[in-house]
């Protein structure tokens, strides 16, 4: 059973310009969640989708966007890129996201941005 | 707001030493609990979860026990190897708001 899988790994951009991340979850799984990860912020959450809905947002600006497409898909957007954006970008899926425990959250690799 | 406190790091170790990596968490009502692991260079991994007061979480050798009274979740492994040498955090996923609260995560060294 294949994980989740997120693309590019790597990729380098320049400040002001914009840049979308893609994130494949397991089979099966309808829910998407996105997390960025620095040295001095931790992991924090961005946004979770379900059925091509965003349930949930984090306090992000709104130069952060995202979607999920029909098949489970999700991708991420960053728009006017800063330095501060330079971080790992982490997707997670599980089958219906939500309180119980039970729906684990299994994260891929992640993309690791960086802008100059 | 939900938080979730671990102990600050890096915690270095001889191998087949005891492991203790303390955390806490506040949030109303009763979240679920977990333990996530990160190698190197990967993304994050869980390690364990407990879903209810005095469940205890187990894998791979480490344990956790979910303690309401206080709102604990300390992880443990009785003798450490240098192959869990990785950056470990604490996480509470509560009610309906679809999403993990993280720590800000533990450094482990195991020295051979």
């Known amino acids: ?116 | 707001g939900d938080s979730v406190t671990q102990m600050e790091g890096p915690v270095t170790l001889s191998e087949e030493a005891f492991l203790t990596i303390n955390c806490t968490y506040t949030a109303t009502g009763y979240p679920s609990l977990f333990w996530y692991v990160q190698y190197p260079g990967e993304g994050l991994q869980l390690l364990l979860k407990a879903t209810k007061a005095d469940d205890k979480g187990s894998n791979k050798g480490f344990e956790a026990t979910y303690r309401k009274e206080t709102t604990s979740f300390h992880l443990e492994k009785g003798s450490v190897q240098v192959s869990d040498s990785a950056v470990y955090f604490c996480a509470q996923l509560r009610g309906s708001n679809y999403k993990l609260t993280f720590g800000k995560g533990t450094l482990l060294t195991v020295n051979p």
Not at chain 1, 30 to 51: C, D, H, I, K, N
């Open chain 1, 1 to 116: 059973k294949a994980g989740v899988t997120q693309t590019p790994r790597y990729l380098i951009k320049t400040r002001g310009q914009q840049v979308t991340l893609s994130c494949s979850p397991i089979s099966g799984h309808r829910s998407v969640s996105w997390y960025q990860q620095t040295p001095g912020q931790g992991l924090q959450f961005l946004f979770e989708y379900f059925s091509e809905t965003q349930r949930n947002k984090g306090n992000f600006p709104g130069r952060f966007s995202g979607r999920q497409f029909s098949n489970s898909r999700s991708e991420m957007n960053v728009s006017t890129l800063e330095l501060g954006d330079s971080a790992l970008y982490l997707c997670a899926s599980s089958l219906q996201g939500g309180p119980s425990g039970a729906n684990v959250l299994t994260f891929g690799a992640g993309s690791r941005l960086t802008v100059l």
